[in-house]
């Protein structure tokens, strides 16, 4: 199996900046593409920064000049460097790996359990 863990969201004041990470552990044959969503109250989820395997990043517009997605192969671990924050990019944010296990010929997604983010003063 494969497993998520997050760390690094919590409370910040307008203007601050946090660091996400995303460790991705257990029989991990390849990786597809890595990327981090987010989820406010009553909205849906949405996709805020995306990474492929080669490299290529793309960003929502509304967090493009702020946000930086990066990785470490080594750790096998994605990052999302939040700055500028507003209060509107308070949510609770998920990364997402699309990975092939050792026990599949097929990639699949997995998730995160979810970090809070508050933007607030």
């Known amino acids: 199996q494969v497993q998520l863990v997050e760390s690094g969201g919590g409370l910040v004041q307008p203007g601050g900046s946090l660091r996400l990470s995303c460790a991705a552990s257990g029989r991990i044959f390849s990786i597809n593409a890595m990327g981090w969503h987010r989820q406010a109250p009553g909205k849906q989820r949405e996709l805020v920064a995306g990474l492929t395997s080669g490299g290529s990043a793309m960003y929502v517009d509304s967090v493009k000049g702020r946000f930086t997605i990066s990785r470490d192969d080594v750790k096998n671990t994605v990052y999302l460097e939040m700055n500028s924050l507003k209060p509107e990019d308070t949510a609770v944010y998920y990364c997402?790996?699309?990975?092939?296990?050792?026990?599949?010929?097929?990639?699949?997604?997995?998730w995160g359990q979810g970090t809070q983010v508050t933007v607030s003063s």
């Open positions: 997402k790996y699309t990975v092939r296990p050792y026990s599949s010929s097929y990639y699949r997604d997995y």
